[in-house]
């Protein structure tokens, strides 16, 4: 397993936490805290994972939605990877150009989460709107109807509620305050989108049949 600053000894991930590395080893062999073997049989931890599961177990009420959504965005690439996009009905109706812009759109809905999330107020809604109106948009130039244009988003984020939930899981957090928090601020972000999607959409069908 390749060395770099994602991943820690158990002598680090004691540092980290505060206490003997005997007891990290007690909590990962119970199941405890996530834990990973190198083929030499040497545990190593996640960083992210590691700080995660330290902030739930001290009973922390605030941990940083922003970051759990950057650890889970830096995952994305497998939940909308080609083959699962292919089987969508609205995405086979695309032609390669228009493929590849809904592809690097969801870039922009992650990264527009991460500053929603960051920010708060009307700054991060400002972002979910101007992503609304492009996704609707989009849909509008590359002639899918009203509910392609809605599917099309709720695929992408259907990908990023996996990866966060998966972020969770592989660290061992239970559920509670902190996954609310997060889920909260992800609901709040994509339904501001979905809503200024669909509003746009409708004003650009007005227009159009004028």
């Known amino acids: 397993m390749k060395a770099d600053m994602n991943w820690l000894s158990l002598r680090e991930a004691a540092q980290l936490l505060g ?26 931890f996640k960083r992210n994972e590691v700080e995660l599961w330290a902030s739930t177990a001290r009973g922390e009420s605030s941990v940083d939605p922003a970051s759990v959504v ?20 609205w995405y086979q109706k695309l032609d ?31 972002e979910a709107r ?5 996704y609707a948009s989009r849909a509008r130039r590359f002639s899918l ?11 992408f984020r259907g ?5 966060v939930i998966e972020v969770y899981q ?3 957090v239970p559920s509670g305050r902190v996954w609310g928090q997060v889920l909260l601020g992800v609901n709040g972000f994509t339904d501001a989108v ?9 004003r650009l069908e007005r227009g159009s049949a004028k």
């Open 145 to 155: 109807n009203g509910p392609d244009a809605a599917r099309a988003f709720l695929f």
């Open 130 to 134: 101007s992503i609304g109106y492009e």
């Open 170 to 172: 592989s660290a061992n």
């Open 159 to 163: 990908a990023l509620l996996q990866s």
């Open 19 to 44: 206490v003997h590395p005997g007891t990290v080893r007690n909590w990962a062999d119970k199941g405890l805290l996530p834990v990973y073997r190198t083929r030499g049989g040497h545990r190593r």
């Open 70 to 89: 950057q650890t889970a965005v830096h995952n994305i690439r497998l939940k909308i990877s080609e083959g699962r996009l292919a089987a969508e009905p």
């Open 194 to 202: 979905l809503l200024n999607l669909l509003d746009t959409f409708e």
């Open 96 to 126: 390669e150009e228009a493929r590849q812009q809904y592809r690097e759109s969801a870039r922009s809905l992650f990264r527009g989460l991460v500053t929603y999330l960051s920010t708060g107020g009307e700054d991060g809604l400002a």
